[in-house]
């Protein structure tokens, strides 16, 4: 039984930071490539962040680059998004996701999906 669990969204303010986190369990986390999505209010999902098996390459959308980072420690199974310089428009729930292929980057390609915890930005 695969689970992919996050935790750590809240509220905060505007150009403040937040760190969410997603346990994995029931899986080879190493055999995974981790990502991160989000979903606002009436849009849809959208990919954030990815990382390789062993972390050692990651890649992220436009939007968050220079303000969010995605790193994991494999032996805590666990993948996290430290997000920084948050901004209203970040609001969502964000979604811990894990793909066998080396590379995370389409919802289509993705195996395992958690439930999301939600992150929003006051203004």
């Known amino acids: 039984q695969v689970q992919l669990v996050e935790s750590g969204g809240g509220l905060v303010q505007r150009g403040g930071s937040l760190s969410v986190s997603c346990a994995a369990s029931g899986l080879s986390f190493s055999r995974y490539s981790m990502g991160w999505f989000r979903q606002a209010p009436g849009q849809d999902r959208q990919f954030l962040a990815g990382?390789?098996?062993?972390?050692?390459?990651?890649h992220y959308t436009d939007s968050v680059k220079g303000r969010f980072t995605i790193y994991r420690d494999n032996a805590k199974n666990t993948v996290y998004l430290q997000m920084t310089s948050l901004k209203p428009e970040d609001t969502a729930v964000y979604y811990c996701a894990a793909d066998r292929e080396p590379i995370i980057g389409t919802i289509r390609g993705v195996d395992y999906w958690g439930k999301g915890t939600l992150v929003t930005v006051s203004s």
């Open positions: 990382i390789s098996w062993s972390g050692g390459a990651t």
